[in-house]
């Protein structure tokens, strides 16, 4: 019995991945943005290009992943994080060439604190969409979070070089809880 049920799942998440669409190609129009956040000559500039990167990531392959997708982040807002936990989850399973659905999952478990868990959705994000500022900006945070600091730096810095206006700039400023150590006298 338990043969015929594990069985299942695996046709079930078979036949799930092969309903999902390939997600949009926003590679040019992310790219794009990137080179206006690096040329944006304010911090209010730049945070509206970041809301047009988000439009563009948050953009799901079909309608039911965009209502999972949706649906997660509704609860996680309301921060009912089992419940947008398990939208993920289901995102995932059905489309998992999809970036932003192990980006959210990796916010889901930041907020848990499971950075480990948060740092192996975001590396898969990454390795999705490499331009992912926010999943770059997360992977830094989530190291931090696991006291790997020389990490979190130059994952924080690699973000930075894509958007050097992200407010998580502040960890590495004099103080910043990524400040690098000074020099012994």
């Known amino acids: 019995m338990k043969l015929a049920f594990a069985v299942f799942l695996a046709v079930s998440a078979v036949q799930a991945t092969a309903d999902c669409p390939v997600a949009p190609d926003h590679i040019s129009g ?3 943005l990137i080179a206006q956040a690096q040329d944006a000559s304010t911090e209010q500039e730049a945070r509206g290009i ?12 079909d309608a039911r992943s965009q209502t999972l997708l949706d649906r997660g982040m509704s609860m996680r807002e309301a921060w009912n994080l089992a419940g947008a936990l398990a939208e993920f989850d289901a995102l995932v399973a059905y489309c998992p060439e999809y970036a932003e659905g192990y980006n959210q999952r990796a916010f889901v478990n930041y907020l848990q604190q499971n950075y480990g868990a948060a740092l192996i959705d975001l590396d898969r994000a990454i390795a999705l969409s490499p331009n992912h500022v926010a999943a770059l900006s997360g992977r830094a945070l989530s190291l931090l979070g696991l006291k790997r600091l020389d990490e979190a730096r130059a994952a924080l810095n690699h973000a930075l070089e894509l958007n050097p206006w992200l407010s998580e700039r502040a960890l590495l400023a004099p103080g910043g809880l990524l400040d690098p150590p000074g020099e012994d006298i």
């Open 30 to 32: 992310i790219d794009s």
């Open 50 to 61: 970041s809301g047009q990167m988000w439009q563009l990531w948050t953009d799901a392959p």
